[in-house]
Nanobody, 124 residues
Framework: QVRLVESGGGSVQAGGSLTLSCSAS??????LGWFRQAPGKEREAVAD????????YYSDDVKGRFTISYDNAKNTLTLRMNSLKPEDSGTYYC???????????????????WGQGTQVTVSS
């Protein structure tokens, strides 16, 4: 059974940085993704990574500011967030696909496992 536990959220001022971590126990699939959801908005993909090839995707909103990485030895997914903006605020989730999904980990409806989320608040 896959269990995802996020940590590292918090409150920062605009321009600041945060690093989120996701412990992925029981994870054996091909990719992991970071998603976020702001109040009143739909959950959206932020970044994903193919854990075997390190192929990476970033949404246009975060490209150049966020860095996703995966430590295979520690089964830990990380999201380094720099130059944060107020519009980056929201609950951040890591997610993994079910064994039946072989595509990328950036489609909300295709993910089978979710962490509990960690809150990020960026003030102006």
């Amino acid at each position: 059974q896959v269990r995802l536990v996020e940590s590292g959220g918090g409150s920062v001022q605009a321009g600041g940085s945060l690093t989120l971590s996701c412990s992925a126990s029981g994870f054996t699939e091909h990719c992991l993704g970071w998603f976020r959801q702001a109040p009143g908005k739909e959950r959206e993909a932020v970044a994903d990574i193919y854990t075997g090839s390190n192929t990476i995707y970033y949404s246009d909103d975060v490209k150049g500011r966020f860095t996703i990485s995966y430590d295979n030895a520690k089964n830990t997914l990380t999201l380094r967030m720099n130059s944060l903006k107020p519009e980056d605020s929201g609950t951040y989730y890591c997610a993994a696909p079910p064994i039946t999904w072989g595509g990328a980990c950036r489609r909300v409806e295709k993910m089978g496992y979710w962490g509990q989320g960690t809150q990020v608040t960026v003030s102006s």
